[in-house]
């Protein structure tokens, strides 16, 4: 009767550190493989606005190239990287907001007042003021981004 009792109590010792083991374990390991693994499960974040400056920047009828820093974040990387954008404006109020990237290879098309029209250096592709092809090789107009104005400052919906 007795070797039955201290049989007992052994298994009992031996089973309540297995579970304080396996606690400890959890309280450890859960957090360290969620730190590791989590951002790369992270769904992409939804975009954020970004302010690229002062509507009183605009001149009226021109499109003004705005520049902005921002910073993307990929699993465990982050990049900062810079957002350049056209914005222009025939009446004060409503604005649009285009890439400077060319739609047929990704060169930076820039803006000439002279002819009114947008340039891309690469291979000869014209846009005119809303960015629309008229001539050369890209094969769409200059993307748009979504562009909202608070306060007199501009933002634009970061892609
Ligand atoms: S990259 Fe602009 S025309 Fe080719």
Redesign the pocket.
């Known amino acids: 009767m007795r070797e039955t009792k201290r049989f007992d109590r052994r298994q009992f010792l031996g089973a309540l550190t297995w579970g304080i083991g396996a606690l400890i374990s959890a309280g450890l390991g859960i957090p360290a493989v969620a730190y590791v693994i989590g951002p790369a499960l992270q769904r992409k974040e939804a975009q954020d606005w970004i302010r690229i400056g002062s509507t009183t920047k605009v001149e009226l009828g021109t499109p003004t190239l705005f520049k902005a820093r921002v910073t993307r974040r990929a699993g465990w990387i982050e990049n900062e990287e810079e957002l350049s954008a056209y914005v222009r404006t025939d009446n004060g109020r409503d604005f649009i907001a285009m890439s400077n990237i ?6 930076r ?1 820039r803006w000439v007042s002279g002819e009114q029209k947008f340039f ?1 250096p ?4 014209v846009f005119d003021k809303d960015g629309n092809v008229l001539a ?3 094969p769409r107009a200059l993307d748009r981004f979504e562009i909202k104005v608070e306060d007199e400052q501009l933002f634009i919906l970061g892609g």
């Open positions: 060319c739609t047929h290879l990704g060169c098309v891309c690469c291979h000869n592709g050369g090789p890209p």
